[in-house]
């Protein structure tokens, strides 16, 4: 409470706090400045970004590194 009271001072008004992860629900029982809980925002954004950038295809064939001679 006292972290996020100190940025809405430093922000200079209300800012909506949202807690994220799986701890989320035990976290907000203990406190009144949890607006929302979303267990998964992470994981969904991370899912969200997956999707915008495929994988690239990568060859079957395998590639030989050169051998370096030492001397």
Known sequence: EGLVARIQ????GRLKVVATGGLAPLLAEGTTVI?????????DGLRL???????PVLSRERTRLPDH???
């Open 69 to 71: 001679e030492h001397d």
């Open 35 to 43: 607006e929302t809980i979303d267990p998964d925002l992470t994981l």
């Open 9 to 12: 001072s430093e922000y200079g």
């Open 49 to 55: 970004l997956a999707a915008r950038n495929p994988a």
